[in-house]
Each structure stands twice: as C-alpha cells, then as structure tokens.
C-alpha cells in the first residue's frame, strides 16, 4: 500500500506543479499601458512630470519611465527584463544599473542595484487597482533616507486613429 501510494504521488506531482504554476501565472495582473503621474494622488515631486510606459511581452518586461523636472531636465530609464528575479542591464541617461523583478502576489516587484557612485538602490512596489486603471507605486531608496515613498498614477487612454 505504502509503495502504490509513493507511485501515485510521484505520477501526481508534475500535474500539481503545473496547476500551481498555472493558477499563479492566472493571477498575474497586466501592467501593460501607458501611465501618466497624478500629482494630487502623490508625494511631493516638485512640479515634475513623470510618464510610465509598460509593455509585457513573452514573459519580458518593458519598462521606460521619463521624468521631467520643472526647469525642463529629463531623465529616461529603459529595461527589458524577464519576472523571474534575475538580473538585467538598466540604462538610465547613460548610466548603468542592475534590476530585477518577481511577483509577491499581485504587485510587481522591482529592485534597482549596481549602479554608479552616486546611485542608490531602489525598490519599487507596483500594485494595480482592480479596475486596472490606477498604478500606484511604493519606492524606497536603501542608500538615501530610507523613507518609503508613493507615486500614484492614471492609466492613459488609449487614442484609435480616425477609421479605425
């Protein structure tokens, strides 16, 4: 009896790791779309803008925040890298960083290290509104003041060309 039922668990648990793996990828939420910051929802930003462009492809994440402070300097970051937690090339302004992603529950996780002198190594908490039209944001910068702070955003509608 003993030996059917170790055949028996040994049979079942691939079938249960890909339900588990399944139901997981299932509740991920979709943080695709274009986000536009609202200040009145924020922390301080001093006047600045911030824009959120987000694309899910194959598994890979596509990232591009553009910053522009009031007196018109901008600041660009671009990845692309997979929600497994490894790490990837962060490009920002021509400086260089490591992130990395994963999922804890429904929030998307980001982690930016390894980057120049002057740098500080961010963690950043996505979390979507159910209805899917609002991000907001958590950061906290270990190397800074520590002070976890929230960004909230609008997701931007989405404009069809005339005729289409």
């Not at 588990?20 to 779309?33: E, I, Q």
């Not at 006047?47 to 009031?70: C, D, P």
């Not at 400086?95 to 002057?118: C, N």
């Amino acid at each position: 009896m003993r030996g059917m039922l170790l055949a028996l668990a040994i049979v079942a648990a691939p079938f249960f790791t890909l339900a588990l793996v399944t139901a997981s990828a299932m509740n991920t939420p979709d943080f695709s779309g274009s986000w536009q910051l609202d200040p009145a929802k924020s922390e301080d930003v001093n006047g600045a803008t911030i824009t959120v462009a987000i694309e899910n492809e194959s598994g890979k994440i596509n990232y591009q925040r553009t910053l522009r402070e009031r007196n018109g300097r901008q600041a660009v970051v671009r990845f692309t890298c997979a929600v497994d937690g490894s790490q990837c090339e962060l490009d920002e302004n021509g400086h260089h960083a490591k992130v990395s992603l994963w999922y804890d529950g429904s929030a998307l996780m980001m982690l930016k290290t390894d980057g120049p002198k002057e740098d500080e190594t961010t963690e950043r908490r996505l979390e979507l509104s159910p209805d899917g039209k609002t991000l907001t944001v958590h950061f906290t910068n270990f190397t800074g003041n520590g002070k976890p702070e929230t960004l909230v955003f609008t997701k931007a509608a989405v404009s069809s060309a005339p005729g289409q």
